[in-house]
């Protein structure tokens, strides 16, 4: 893995490509750290059998890592307990790029950004925002929950850990301007965006307003192939034929059964209350994805 500071100010990272033919394989996970709880365990066997089968090259986390309140410091023993003790198949000993959730910021912060967490366990990489390049894509990951007014106006019971997002406004500023340039600079054939919640989403949640006002425009603006998320604790792909295709993976734990809210049939192509995964398959010519349930069955495949 390679540092470098070449697309923006974005912390950008290259995973080598080690494939004869260029392809990447890569399982993408949300909202899974519940000490094994809620079927964590049984989601993180079949992520290893899928991640045998097509050999993948690495796991993408959509955040929610540790519930209910992300890390207390990067001595939490939450940290082995729902990660490196549950996935622990052999086809998962690969890097893992996480991005933080509502519940993270819940707790300490820098517990999770920590190296700390890297010596105990050699796969963990979580940062704010940054960038990996892989060959022909390159995923950009992005901080979507300092977007979000309802945690600032109206937190409820939850205490926030807005260490270095504050003054918000310039923090969110910044970010969209350095993302808006790094993706203006790539190359690459292939442009993922990462994010914890939701787009577009007939989940719970809802759509999140703050980003289909600010997010948004900069991901059409530059033509951005993919957004995932999670966020929603449920599988869904929506989109539209030469538009961007919004992906949710937000089932690798606990999942709500029978939530799901109205949109339009011809976008919705998805929507699974339960818990799974979900798999990328990237050549130079076509990206497919395919979603998986709890036992492995396939709910959903599609290519672009």
């Keep these: 893995m390679f540092f470098s500071r070449s697309l923006s100010e974005l ?14 394989n890569i399982l993408v996970v949300g909202d899974w750290g519940r000490l094994g709880g809620y079927n ?14 097509l050999d993948i090259d690495y796991v993408i986390s959509v955040g929610d890592n540790f519930y209910s309140d992300g890390l207390n ?45 890297t010596q105990k366990d050699w796969r963990w990489f979580c940062r704010r925002s940054f960038v990996i390049s892989s060959g022909m894509v390159d ?24 260490s270095n997002v504050l003054p918000r406004n310039r923090y969110i500023s910044n970010l969209l301007d350095d993302l808006d340039l790094a993706l ?7 442009k993922f965006v990462v994010g914890h919640h939701g787009i577009k989403t007939a989940g719970e949640h809802n759509v999140t307003q703050e980003l289909i006002d600010q997010l948004l425009p900069v991901l059409e ?44 049939p011809k976008e919705l192509k998805l ?5 799974g995964f979900m798999s990328l398959h990237i050549t130079q010519s076509q990206v497919k994805f395919i979603f998986y349930d709890i036992s492995g069955n396939v709910l959903h495949q599609f290519t672009i």
């Design 271 to 275: 929507y699974y209350d339960g818990q």
């Design 184 to 190: 203006k600079k790539s190359r690459a054939t292939w």
């Design 73 to 117: 410091n990067d001595t939490d023993p939450a940290f082995e307990a729902s990660f490196s003790r549950i996935y622990t198949h052999p086809s998962l000993q690969k890097r893992w790029y996480s991005v933080l959730g509502n519940h993270d910021y819940r707790g300490n912060v820098s517990a999770q950004l920590s190296q700390v967490l």
């Design 221 to 264: 603006d530059n033509k951005v192939d993919l957004y995932m998320n999670g966020h929603d604790h449920c599988l869904q792909h929506i989109g539209s034929d030469g538009g961007i295709q919004f992906l949710t993976s937000g089932g690798g734990s606990k999942a709500w059964r029978g939530v799901i809210l109205p949109w339009d």
């Design 11 to 24: 912390l950008s990272l290259k995973h080598p490509v080690t494939k004869s033919d260029g392809s990447l």
């Design 139 to 162: 995923v950009f990951f992005v901080d979507t929950t300092p977007f979000v007014n309802e945690y600032f106006t109206d937190p409820e019971d939850h205490t926030y850990d807005w």
């Design 40 to 53: 964590q365990s049984a989601v993180a066997a079949q992520m290893g059998i899928v991640g045998e089968q």
